[in-house]
């Protein structure tokens, strides 16, 4: 259940442009972390710092395999 929360959040956040600045200035994985669970929490959303992190590491392997297919 909170894999989808956060991935309802997730869709909320490019939706926003406000949100996306909160979580842009952050510069330090942990902070991001931190800081997404905390606006989730406060939207009312529910998920953990696993669900982030795996959220992080889907997004730069999706980068990386992205750059090595050209």
Same mark, same amino acid.
Request: proline share 1%.
């Given at each position: ?14 939706? #926003?442009?406000?949100?996306? @600045?909160?979580?842009? *200035?952050?510069? %330090?994985?942990?902070?991001?972390? !931190? ?10 959303? #529910?998920?953990?710092?696993? @669900?982030?992190?795996? *959220?992080?590491? %889907?997004?730069?392997?999706?980068? !990386? ?6």
């Amino acid at each position: 259940m909170s894999r989808e929360n956060f991935e309802t959040f997730r869709r909320l956040v490019l939706t #926003d442009p406000a949100l996306q @600045e909160k979580l842009r *200035a952050v510069s %330090d994985r942990e902070t991001f972390r !931190i800081l997404t669970i905390q606006i989730g929490t406060e939207l009312g959303f #529910d998920f953990n710092a696993e @669900e982030v992190e795996s *959220a992080l590491k %889907d997004g730069q392997r999706a980068w !990386i395999e992205r750059w090595i297919q050209q």
